[in-house]
């Protein structure tokens, strides 16, 4: 049995992940990880995802230059959730989000819809090679 047999994977084999900016406490964006992203994190130190729409594993930044190197992985108290906290590397400031934001938590519900409340820090055209 190995660190990774104490994980609660759900029925399709993955976990939900959330990023945070170790530095400021951000919550950059959710993803999720199986067995061999979350070991490929551990083995690398830069967060290594599975993209259910590309249907494979996803280093993060791997197009965008924008990787998150990891300073800390946590597992809450049902085994189920993963928090890692990072550092946001590729642009200053941080962009984690493919729209080009420093979050993809940039949407706010505000009298009955949603508004963007964080500026594009970067057109997505000139991100993705």
Not at 9 to 36: C, H, K, S, Y
Not at 88 to 116: D, K, M, N, V
Request: proline share 2%; with cysteine.
């Amino acid at each position: 049995m190995t660190w990774l047999d104490d994980i609660r994977w759900d029925r399709d084999g993955l976990l939900p992940v959330i990023a945070q900016e170790a530095a400021t406490g951000d919550v950059l964006m959710f993803a999720w990880m199986n067995r061999e992203a979350l070991a490929r994190t551990a083995e690398l130190g830069e967060a290594v995802y599975w993209s259910r729409s590309r249907g494979r594993l996803w280093h993060k930044g791997e197009e965008s230059g924008h990787i998150q190197k990891v300073r800390d992985m946590r597992l809450d108290c049902d085994n189920d959730v993963l928090l890692l906290k990072v550092e946001q590397l590729g642009h200053e400031p941080s962009i984690a989000c493919h729209t080009g934001r420093h979050s993809c938590f940039y949407q706010r519900y505000e009298s009955g819809a949603w508004h963007a409340v964080e500026l594009v820090l970067k057109d997505p055209e000139h991100i993705y090679r």
